[in-house]
């Protein structure tokens, strides 16, 4: 059983920085997406921003020009770099990894981001 541990999240003021990591227990053969979706407070999850193998990453618009997924597929480790962090920002954040057989998520980092 694969596990994604997330971390990198904590509080920082408007306009600040963070990079996020998640990583793998375990080498992931046939990867073909990787992504982080975030989850403020009583609302729905939203993906923020994915890879599909052999294409460009995609974001929510939200975030276009503010953050950058990234991977170290020696490593198994996905990055988002987050900058221009926005109080609107503020959520719990989830690593995904797609297979196509499995789909393997974290348990999440909270990001916070105060006025």
């Known amino acids: 059983q694969v596990q994604l541990v997330e971390s990198g999240g904590g509080l920082v003021q408007t306009g600040g920085s963070l990079t996020l990591s998640c990583a793998a227990s375990?080498?992931?053969?046939?990867?073909?997406?990787m992504g982080w979706s975030r989850q403020a407070h009583g609302k729905q999850r939203e993906l923020v921003a994915d890879?599909?193998?052999?294409?460009?990453?995609d974001y929510a618009d939200s975030v276009k020009g503010r953050f950058t997924i990234s991977s170290d597929n020696a490593k198994n480790l996905v990055y988002l770099q987050m900058n221009s962090l926005k109080p609107e920002d503020t959520a719990v954040y989830y690593c995904?990894?797609?297979?196509?057989?499995?789909?393997?998520w974290g348990e999440g980092t909270l990001v916070t981001v105060s006025t």
């Open positions: 890879m599909i193998r052999g294409g460009s990453p």
């Open positions: 995904t990894i797609d297979t196509g057989l499995n789909s393997y």
């Open positions: 375990r080498s992931i053969s046939r990867i073909n997406r």
